[in-house]
């Protein structure tokens, strides 16, 4: 499949790849998003995972998204401020030649280093000026590159969720009556980094638009994602399962993430629109 010919898609399902083996699905969806990533690449890209090199921009330790792609067999740069998610993901990359970790910011990297693929997943909504790293990462796309952008929804179950679980001060019964039984390892060790950020679709694709960037595909992530559900009915897998898959059937505002592959625009002359751009102070 030729690489502008992808269509925007709003019902992603498919067998399991490689990748979602390693990630077991949980109340975010995760193993949904890695499914997502991996079918966008596919189609974009018809070569062999080790010739797709992709920057994943704010990847935490790595452990849900980097990782398992990198096992797949892809080429993976990570990028993080944080230096406990950084040294966490090196310690977990020990032995995978394909993923390289980095704590720092884009400008970083290797000047006029590009990638095939460049993820933006769950990052935005922490970012005072989102708008400075959207711009960032489009300077280390080509022409043929495709942006990955994950994100909450504003105004979905987990931001409400969260809000009430901190209004009501519910922290302090989990940790009261909480269970030494089961350990999750996060995707980040940064937990000190809130939302500053609620987008709305069309806000997403305003900023979408404002950078020339064109949707080509999209897909919702999980319904029910909140503390007060995590705490309570994520504790079932079947549960967990189910709550990923029931958004396929609901209103695209209804769930609690959502998932966008885009593709830079070229104008009718084939010039890059974003040679000429210019962030608006």
Same mark, same amino acid.
């Given at each position: 499949?030729?690489?502008?010919?992808?269509?925007?898609?709003?019902?992603?399902?498919?067998?399991?790849?490689?990748?979602?083996?390693?990630?077991?699905?949980?109340?975010?969806?995760?193993?949904?998003?890695?499914?997502?990533?991996?079918?966008?690449?596919?189609? @974009? $890209?018809?070569?062999?995972?080790?010739?797709?090199?992709?920057?994943?921009?704010? @990847?935490?330790?790595?452990?849900?998204?980097?990782?398992?792609?990198?096992?797949?067999? $892809?080429?993976?740069?990570?990028?993080?401020?944080?230096?406990?998610?950084?040294?966490?993901?090196?310690?977990?990359?020990?032995?995978?030649?394909?993923?390289?970790?980095? @704590?720092?910011?884009?400008?970083?990297?290797?000047?006029?280093?590009?990638?095939?693929?460049?993820?933006?997943?769950?990052?935005?909504?922490?970012?005072?000026?989102?708008?400075?790293?959207?711009?960032?990462?489009?300077?280390?796309?080509?022409?043929?590159?495709?942006?990955?952008?994950?994100?909450?929804?504003? $105004?979905?179950?987990?931001?409400?969720?969260?809000?009430?679980?901190?209004?009501?001060?519910?922290?302090?019964?989990?940790?009261?009556?909480?269970?030494?039984?089961? /350990?999750?390892?996060?995707?980040?060790?940064?937990?000190?980094?809130?939302?500053?950020?609620? $987008?709305?679709?069309?806000?997403?694709?305003?900023?979408?638009?404002?950078?020339?960037?064109?949707i080509v595909r999209e897909e919702s992530g999980s319904f029910?994602?909140?503390?007060?559900?995590?705490?309570?009915?994520?504790?079932? /897998?079947?549960?967990?399962?189910?709550?990923?898959?029931?958004?396929?059937?609901?209103?695209?505002?209804?769930?609690?993430?959502?998932?966008?592959?885009?593709?830079? /625009?070229?104008?009718?002359?084939?010039?890059?629109?974003?040679?000429?751009?210019?962030?608006?102070?």
């Amino acid at each position: 499949m030729d690489s502008a010919d992808i269509e925007l898609q709003l019902g992603y399902d498919s067998e399991m790849s490689e990748a979602e083996q390693f990630v077991q699905e949980d109340l975010w969806g995760y193993k949904k998003r890695l499914g997502f990533i991996e079918s966008v690449i596919s189609d @974009c $890209f018809n070569r062999s995972a080790e010739e797709v090199r992709i920057l994943d921009v704010g @990847c935490g330790n790595g452990s849900q998204l980097t990782l398992p792609l990198s096992k797949r067999g $892809f080429q993976l740069t990570g990028v993080d401020l944080d230096e406990r998610s950084i040294a966490k993901a090196k310690s977990l990359a020990a032995g995978i030649s394909g993923a390289q970790f980095i @704590c720092g910011e884009l400008k970083d990297l290797s000047s006029g280093e590009s990638f095939d693929v460049v993820i933006l997943s769950e990052v935005l909504e922490h970012l005072a000026e989102p708008e400075a790293l959207l711009k960032a990462a489009l300077a280390r796309m080509n022409r043929e590159s495709v942006m990955i952008v994950t994100v909450p929804n504003g $105004f979905g179950e987990f931001e409400w969720d969260s809000w009430m679980f901190r209004g009501l001060r519910l922290q302090t019964i989990v940790d009261a009556v909480a269970r030494g039984d089961r /350990q999750v390892l996060a995707s980040t060790e940064n937990h000190e980094s809130g939302h500053v950020q609620f $987008f709305t679709r069309r806000r997403l694709q305003r900023l979408f638009k404002q950078f020339q960037l064109k949707i080509v595909r999209e897909e919702s992530g999980s319904f029910l994602s909140g503390p007060m559900v995590g705490h309570t009915l994520a504790r079932s /897998q079947r549960f967990v399962e189910w709550n990923a898959r029931v958004t396929k059937r609901l209103p695209f505002s209804w769930a609690s993430s959502w998932y966008f592959a885009l593709r830079r /625009q070229m104008s009718a002359g084939g010039e890059d629109i974003l040679d000429s751009y210019v962030v608006q102070e």
